[in-house]
């Protein structure tokens, strides 16, 4: 098969689904300068230096997806037992909404897998055109949970003015090095270190209603509070 959505995509036993990736050299243009100072990514990088070649790969592969690509990646979670396939990420590196054209790929994914529910962490509201399309096109969609990615760069007014529009938040940092996120946060079962689960619960976001699902688990807007990157 050649180098196509349904090769690239990969089972993600950490987050307990599957998704797509994309170079974060390339896709994440949106980023604030924390996040590109705290990118996990980039130690992963060093350890693994192969990662360059197959963020190369998943490039051409996004940028090829059409109706027939989708299918044959729905076809491809079809056959898949583990890491559950009623949801899927977009990305868990690299950034979906990169520009105009992006979103154009991500309404063919969602049209394409209706049974899956998509999840999209983005820094692309910074981007007023593309704030307006994902708010106008995207998040209406009942198969996908858009939340907006924030971290101490941003302020508690972009975040009020996000929930006001209707967004869920999911929020990054370190205490005392800025903006320390929304006042009342769901913590992430899965990055927060408790007495019953000291590494957090691997795996739980396949799982998980009250977090990042929530607008569509739940029905409700959410703020997620991440402990780790």
Request: include cysteine; charged fraction near 25%; proline fraction near 6%.
């Amino acid at each position: 098969m050649s180098n196509t959505i349904a090769t690239e995509m990969r089972a993600c036993a950490d987050i307990g689904m599957h998704a797509l990736d994309r170079s974060i050299e390339i896709s994440c243009v949106h980023r604030t300068k924390y996040c590109a100072i705290r990118c996990y990514n980039q130690k992963l990088f060093k350890v693994y230096p192969a990662m360059h070649t197959k963020d190369a790969r998943n490039e051409t592969a996004w940028h090829a997806i059409d109706a027939q690509s989708v299918a044959d990646l729905r076809a491809s979670l079809a056959r898949r037992k583990r890491n559950n396939p009623q949801r899927f990420r977009l990305m868990t590196r690299g950034e979906a909404f990169s520009n105009l054209e992006d979103v154009e790929r991500v309404l063919t994914i969602a049209a394409g897998l209706p049974d899956q529910l998509i999840w999209i962490p983005t820094r692309a509201w910074r981007e007023p055109l593309l704030r307006a399309v994902i708010e106008s096109r995207v998040m209406p969609l009942e198969n996908v949970a858009v939340l907006a990615s924030l971290d101490p760069d941003n302020t508690e007014a972009e975040w009020r003015d996000l929930a006001s529009a209707g967004w869920s938040t999911m929020y990054f940092g370190k205490p005392g090095e800025g903006w320390e996120g929304p006042p009342d946060t769901f913590a992430c079962p899965k990055t927060t270190h408790t007495a019953r689960h000291p590494k957090g619960i691997k795996g739980h976001c396949g799982v998980c209603k009250a977090g990042c699902f929530a607008p569509r688990t739940i029905g409700r807007r959410v703020d997620v509070g991440l402990t780790e990157h």
